[in-house]
């Protein structure tokens, strides 16, 4: 059970699964008929054999029926939804058909910006990462990153944009690809092997990657650094103060984070 509850935090953690999720609910105000606290989502989660799991959130989820829970679990962060009848729960992101908006991302964005989460910047070594900018920049950023994730391609030209303007800001990225991805890997291995940014850069412009000729353990090492820090979803960065940034943003949030870091706050 304690395996299930490791697989359910990183599939619902990982923030572009192409997943979706119909269910039917009620027709008029549920809170009337519904309800779910914190003990009763504690005595769930110790029945999943997790009791060290927190409860962050709950709220009613965008689809009728089911609760939205955000929950930590040793550090990894995720979207649990439970039914009403608080006999099953839902793992996956909520994608709207109409917008192809992920509910669960946008979500577990909104509790990030609210407690925000730190790691030990001094426990990722840079040795194996592709380098963007000067290795003598003062303000080095860890990106994980997969090849084959489009919100990735986005967050990687933001990242150049970044550059174009500043010189004492580097980044540091590291290859991880997702399971989902079923070409990701071997492109990671052609980039980790070349040490090739501009491989990487090459793909997300839709230009072939040639197969790998070499071995190499970093983008196991890679993956492992990720699960140990509690990162599952990609892009995910680490700025230079620790604090570890889901999702995409813009080269001038990027750059007003690094150089002007928020009051650090520790996680809950």
């Not at 009337?32 to 914190?38: A, V």
């Not at 070409?183 to 090739?196: E, F, L, V, Y």
Request: proline share 6%; hydrophobic share 40%.
């Amino acid at each position: 059970m304690k395996k299930f509850f490791a697989m359910f935090i990183l599939v619902s953690s990982v923030l572009y699964a192409p997943q979706v999720f119909a269910f039917g609910g009620c027709e008029t105000d549920c809170l009337k008929c519904h309800s779910l606290n914190r003990e009763e989502v504690r005595q769930i989660f110790t029945k999943l054999k997790a009791p060290d799991a927190q409860v962050m959130d709950i709220r009613m989820s965008p689809v009728g029926g089911l609760w939205e829970v955000t929950l930590d679990n040793n550090g990894q962060r995720g979207i649990m939804y439970i039914g009403f009848s608080k006999k099953h729960i839902v793992v996956g992101p909520i994608i709207e058909i109409d917008t192809s908006q992920n509910k669960s991302q946008e979500s577990l964005q909104q509790v990030n910006k609210e407690v925000p989460r730190y790691v030990d910047r001094s426990a990722i070594s840079l040795d194996n990462a592709l380098l963007m900018g000067d290795a003598k920049a003062g303000h080095k950023v860890v990106v994980f990153t997969d090849p084959d994730c489009p919100f990735c391609g986005k967050l990687h030209a933001e990242l150049r944009k970044v550059l174009s303007g500043r010189k004492d800001i580097a980044f540091y990225i590291k290859l991880m690809p997702l399971p989902m991805h079923p070409d990701a890997r071997w492109k990671s291995q052609t980039m980790q092997c070349t040490n090739s940014i501009k491989l990487l850069e090459d793909n997300f412009e839709g230009k072939p990657v040639p197969k790998p000729d070499c071995d190499t353990k970093a983008i196991d090492e890679n993956i492992k650094l990720a699960q140990a820090l509690g990162i599952t979803g990609t892009p995910t960065l680490v700025m230079p103060d620790g604090l570890v940034v889901s999702g995409m943003r813009d080269a001038k949030t990027i750059t007003d984070m690094v150089i002007n870091p928020p009051a650090k706050k520790e996680s809950k």
